[in-house]
């Protein structure tokens, strides 16, 4: 059976968690590991302040937290993506306008986001589908312009970037996943990244259950307590000991990933240039991270027949979002524009397995398969 996903371990995640329970005797949050992880990110990518959180769900949480959504705020998001992109503003009382995909790329058409902006309009999420980076200059141009915060939903883009610029570096916050069909995991896991100086102070607030216990403990204030709304937004040691282990082998993880991802395209280039179905659109602007490969076939029907295809000879492929805008809890709030494009990849676009452990002789059995 070729799976879908298979989690990698790099060989260090049970001594590193060994560590912090027996060596640093910490398996609560913000320990040794915590602060490892974070500045790693600080330091590789220039991101301003980086926060772990148990999950990328959380990241974007504490984000619609730190942009004071209020009942009746408007927050523009794609509609062809995770449902939390969209929930933790909707758990704030945001109205979400679903903004349509591009018709190359699932991402955003940042061309349309301007007519949807009204006087309600606060926020801009950008998803970065697949690791492929959204417009990010005309999407901070329109928010600039109209005074929005942008939060980019990187849960897919660590190591991406966008004109030469870490992805999660260019919007006001970026939300990170570590989830176990990420390049790099820890099982559950997420970040949140802070650019804007305005809101650092109050993000290690709001992630230490809104308490000022990280000052305290830096020796920076001589006691603390209650000053703000929060949660407790911050994983254990043993999360953050696991996601050291993979930080620390990133840079091979990485190139064994677009080595499958190349040894995929190449194949099935012949194949697309025929029409039986799309590769995926790396625009110029943008880097492939390997996060996933896809395929867009030209229908639900082929897409369905060359799902259970591959089934057939022990070759997991999913499908991945249906349209937001669309769901069952959605669709009666939504205002009735149409998603077209959206909606095309919800009918038509297939993730084929792609994982650390993915051999190529793997990826030539499902070439041969698709090709029959």
């Given at each position: 059976m070729i799976d879908f996903n298979r989690p990698h371990l790099t060989g260090n995640e049970v001594k590193y968690i060994q560590e912090a329970v027996t060596d640093f005797r910490q398996i609560s949050g913000n320990g040794v590991f915590t602060k490892r992880c974070q500045h790693f990110f600080e330091e590789k990518y220039g991101f301003k302040k980086c926060l772990l959180t148990t999950?990328?769900?959380?990241?974007?949480?504490?984000?619609?937290?730190?942009?004071?959504?209020?009942?009746?705020?408007?927050?523009?998001?794609?509609?062809?993506?995770?449902?939390?992109?969209?929930?933790?503003?909707?758990?704030?009382?945001?109205?979400?306008?679903?903004?349509?995909?591009?018709?190359?790329?699932?991402?955003?058409?940042?061309?349309?986001?301007?007519?949807?902006?009204?006087?309600?309009?606060?926020?801009?999420?950008?998803?970065?589908?697949?690791?492929?980076?959204?417009?990010?200059?005309?999407?901070?141009?329109?928010?600039?312009?109209?005074?929005?915060?942008?939060?980019?939903?990187?849960?897919?883009?660590?190591?991406?970037?966008?004109?030469?610029?870490?992805?999660?570096?260019?919007?006001?916050?970026?939300?990170?996943?570590?989830?176990?069909t990420k390049n790099i995991i820890s099982g559950e896991g997420g970040m949140l990244v802070v650019n804007d100086d305005r809101f650092v102070r109050r993000a290690e607030i709001i992630w230490e259950k809104g308490t000022n216990r990280a000052e305290f403990f830096r020796g920076e204030v001589n006691k603390y307590g209650w000053c703000d709304t929060g949660s407790s937004f911050l994983p254990s040691e043993i999360i953050a000991a696991f996601l050291w282990a993979q930080l620390e082998e990133m840079d091979s993880i990485q190139s064994k990933r677009k080595a499958l991802w190349e040894e995929y395209y190449h194949r099935l280039k012949p194949l697309a240039d025929t029409g039986r179905f799309h590769l995926p659109d790396i625009p110029a602007y943008a880097t492939n991270n390997a996060h996933m490969f896809y395929l867009v076939c030209n229908s639900l029907e082929e897409r369905t027949a060359m799902i259970q295809r591959l089934k057939e000879h022990d070759i997991q492929a999913v499908f991945h979002y249906l349209s937001l805008h669309s769901s069952p809890f959605y669709r009666t709030k939504h205002d009735g524009r149409s998603l077209h494009h959206c909606d095309h990849y919800s009918d038509a676009l297939v993730r084929l397995p792609m994982f650390y452990d993915l051999k190529t002789e793997d990826v030539e059995k499902i070439y041969n398969i698709i090709a029959l």
């Open positions: 999950s990328c769900t959380d990241a974007l949480e504490m984000a619609a937290i730190l942009c004071d959504i209020q009942p009746g705020d408007e927050v523009i998001v794609p509609s062809y993506t995770f449902v939390s992109s969209a929930l933790a503003f909707v758990r704030a009382g945001a109205k979400i306008v679903f903004a349509d995909s591009m018709e190359r790329n699932p991402n955003i058409d940042a061309e349309t986001i301007e007519a949807l902006i009204t006087p309600r309009t606060k926020v801009i999420v950008p998803v970065h589908y697949a690791g492929v980076a959204c417009d990010m200059d005309r999407i901070m141009e329109i928010a600039g312009k109209y005074h929005l915060l942008v939060v980019e939903d990187a849960a897919q883009a660590i190591d991406s970037f966008y004109k030469g610029r870490p992805l999660g570096s260019i919007g006001h916050f970026a939300a990170f996943s570590f989830h176990e």
